[in-house]
């Protein structure tokens, strides 16, 4: 599954991703960003649609991805770079391949 791949469903509903925490250890997060799941009080107040850029003004490329964490019920995020697995954390639906190739 694509980086876009994933923050399309992840706009469709609740995804279950496995990724690797900066202090080493795996975490399984369930979570969305859908705003159909997301309390209304807590949704972004505007999307910011200015580009980060670097001292020559060039555009920042991030594979870091913001998220609602339906267990938690906040904000969190994770780098796309470190994601392990994408589906139901018992398996029961599946589990898709994470391509970091597209």
Not at 9 to 25: A, H, I
Not at 28 to 33: A, F, L, P, W
Not at 35 to 43: C, Q
Not at 79 to 88: A, E, F, M, P, S
Request: proline content about 4%.
């Amino acid at each position: 599954m694509t980086k876009e791949e994933l923050v399309e469903n992840l706009k469709e509903g609740e995804v279950v991703v496995t990724f690797k925490k900066k202090d080493g250890t795996e975490r399984i997060m369930k979570c969305t960003k859908s705003f159909t799941l997301i309390p209304e009080a807590n949704h972004p107040k505007a999307e910011n649609s200015t580009p980060k850029v670097d001292e020559n003004g060039n555009p920042i490329i991030s594979d870091l991805i913001t998220v609602w964490d339906t267990e938690k019920s906040g904000w969190r995020s994770f780098d796309y770079k470190t994601l392990i697995r994408v589906g139901n954390d018992n398996n029961a639906g599946g589990n898709a391949d994470v391509d970091r190739e597209g």
